[in-house]
């Protein structure tokens, strides 16, 4: 990816004045945090690679990273924010993953807490990863991993059990997509939500994405560590956790899990 390319694109307020694009790393998200850690980013810090061979997902997953072919970007946003309201970065990173694909014509939904689903496939993930000191945020480093130009031989040979449940866009739209046109898309959008989150707070962008999401007062499913809870989507409170009505009447908080479909 060149950096020239991206930057001739980016219209931002915050996002991408720091721009650091790598050919390999182990993962952005380890990057991001170690120039953290040591005051070398600021808020609005973007490092994006053309290959990571350590890159992970949710619960340690791994994220398969082949070169040249995907987006592997990770942003750092430096809020006043409690711990527990920074899972609104992930919805954040969510909305603007799902403006983008609009504007390539792809209708994304959302799967709870951070999937990007195209016609019951996966497209994208996002991993969301905090510096704290006591109760403090220091930072979030916000993770997102597309799938971009990957072939349906790729998929079928390299993603094993996931393979059936995973697509990308050149898929969807029967061509290649410039990799440095749609890392800049995404970060002009990260930085409208980030500006919106800045100007109105995290409420806003929770009621945009639920908005988007569509599920409430739907009946949905989550495995939470094995266990499936199951209920009516009675809100989404301002840290992003859901509330769930039970077939008995009782609401279930759920704080962490993955959407069963
Ligand atoms: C998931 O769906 O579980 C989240 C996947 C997040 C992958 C991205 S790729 C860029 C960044 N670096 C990583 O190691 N992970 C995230």
Known sequence: MEISKIRKHLETEKLGEKLLVFNEVDSTNNILRGLAAQGAAMDGTVVVSDSQTAGRGRMGRKWISPRGMNLYL??????????????????????????????????????????????????????????????????????????????????????????????????????????????????????????????????????????????????????????IVSGVVERVDGNGFLYLRTPEGDINKVIAGDAVF
């Open 74 to 227: 990770s942003a750092l946003f430096c809020p006043e924010v409690s711990p527990q309201k920074s899972s609104v970065f992930t919805f954040l990173a969510s909305c603007a993953l799902v403006d983008v694909f609009s504007t390539y014509g792809v209708d994304a939904e959302i799967k709870w807490p951070n999937d990007i689903i195209v016609c019951g496939k996966k497209i994208s993930g996002v991993l969301t990863e905090l510096g704290i000191s006591g109760d403090t945020v220091d930072y979030i480093v916000i993770g997102i991993g597309v799938n971009l130009n990957l072939p349906e031989e790729f998929i079928r040979r390299e993603m094993d059990d996931i393979s059936e449940k995973t697509t990308s866009l050149s898929l969807l739209l029967g061509e290649d997509v410039s990799r440095d046109r749609f890392c800049a898309d995404l970060i002009n959008s990260l930085d409208r939500f980030y500006a919106e989150f800045r100007r109105r707070g995290a409420r806003a962008i929770v009621d945009v994405w639920i908005e988007r999401w569509g599920l409430l007062g739907k009946d949905i499913s989550i495995d939470v560590s094995g266990e």
